[in-house]
């Protein structure tokens, strides 16, 4: 996954359920080795704010899924606001 690619974390408690109280949805902002991704969520109150403002979260690959959940042009916004290379 590359920068900008939109995911949704699901833990393993979550058994694949998309609803799961714990699943967040958010986007890629780095790749950290061969294992995990450092990412962005989005608020679950409000989809166009971030629950990680300050800095993104390290999430192994297990846990991450490709998909889209905002527009890509809200995501590339974001990413430029957050002074993210592409």
């Known amino acids: 996954m ?19 109280k714990d699943v967040e949805y958010g986007f890629v ?10 990412c962005h969520f989005w608020s679950k109150r409000k989809a166009e704010i971030l629950r990680t ?11 991450l899924m490709e998909k889209k959940s905002v527009s890509q042009k809200q995501v590339g916004d974001m990413m430029a606001k957050l002074k993210i290379p592409r």
């Open 53 to 63: 403002k300050n800095r993104p979260e390290v999430v192994p690959n297990y846990n």
């Open 2 to 20: 590359e920068p900008g690619t939109q995911i949704v974390y699901m833990p393993s408690r979550a058994k694949g359920n998309l609803k799961h």
């Open 29 to 38: 902002v780095e790749t950290e080795g061969k294992h995990s991704h450092w």
